[in-house]
């Protein structure tokens, strides 16, 4: 059987299992399997040496029964309308599981960001914002950052948006700023602090001490690099990292450190290389013997479609807890499951982004903000109670965590959806 490696057709399975199990009104599926709105733009961008370059991009508002469409801007060379939709679809199911009012939006530009001065970056940015502003807005459309983007495009993101705004100051129409421009303490490391209260809570259920665990990460970008934090600040040791390394026939390439990993030292390395291929404290192993190793805890937090059915049929691990979006495909999922791997999905596992988001907006319509201790406390209680909300639900229908984290969220949606008449 071919791979499902269309993450719109994995999003849409999952949706459709969980209108079928609750027995929804067709409606609702046939409302949720497609955005209620899609943007496809040419951006045409004036370059460093004088020629005109036209890049690709997309701005995907999938529903807005629960409130404002709420969702990051990738660049990456990849993007794709489908996965953009996708990306909204399950940015719906967060809002939908943290019970915070939003709905799900997306958006992307088709772009190796790495290859871009940063003043190309600032014109990219900007010419984005002209071609979607007129349906974004703080009760609209929210963008944040996702891969490749951060506080710096949020911020240029900002001051054109307010341009063609008449210069009025919405600046919740954005998160994931910097601080000086209305963002919220804890932000940029929420995914990767949420990724470890998810992990710290499942460890329970499955009485794995986090202290003793053979841990492995995927990817040291954002979210791969706090999760790794956090994980070592709650006393456990991270001893094997599988990065991208674009020399390898894979992509990929695994690094074991005995001693265990240092943030410090790898933060440091990363920033100075943008990449930790070469990186000293570490020994080179390949991406197969990673994904092999007998871990009590796997988190993918680099791309979508990391762990093929190839892949899961090695895989050894008791827990996975899903960093990036859409990591495993539906495929290597069944294989998982059957080999009683417990996984705690995305739009769980990663929620905590768009959880601090959400605070962040909500320190913006007050113009009073939080401090650190603040933000990550309200965090980790709303996460666990979503986690406990979902473990329950799980035992309630007898199903996986990931068919009841979408059970979880299609059933607040459903209802919205219902009270709004729309069937
Ligand atoms: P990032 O750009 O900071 O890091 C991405 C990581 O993936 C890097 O380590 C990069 O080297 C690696 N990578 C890139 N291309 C790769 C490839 N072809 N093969 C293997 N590795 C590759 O991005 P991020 O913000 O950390 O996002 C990672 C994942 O988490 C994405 O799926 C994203 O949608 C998801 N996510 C991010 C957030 C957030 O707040 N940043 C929130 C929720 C979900």
Redesign the pocket.
Known sequence: MAETLNILESARLEIKKACNLLKLNPACYDILKDPLRVMETSLPVKMDDGSTKVFKAYRSAHNWALGPCKG?V?FHENVSLDEVKA?SMWMSLKAGLLNIPYGGGKGGICTDPSELSDREIENLSRAYIRSIYKYLGERIDIPA????TNGKVMSYFLDEYEKLNGEKQDIGTFTGKPLVLGGSLGRNE??GFGVVVATKFACQKLDINLADAKIGI???????SFSLKYLLDNGAKIQYLC??DRKSPS??SGLYSKEGFSYEQLSAYYQDHK?LVDFPNAVKISDTKFWSEKFDILIP????N?ITSEIAKKIQVKLIVE?????ITPEADEILKDNNVVIIP?ILA?SG??LVSYYEWVQNQYGYYWDIKEVQEKQEKDMQTALKRVFETADKYQVSIREAAYITAIKRIDEAMQLRGWY
């Open positions: 990051g990738r990306l950052p996702d891969m490749n929420a995914t995927q990817g040291f970008g954002n979210v791969g990065i991208h992509g990929l990449t937090a680099a791309i979508e990391s960093g990036a979006n859409g990591p995305d990663n982004g768009v």
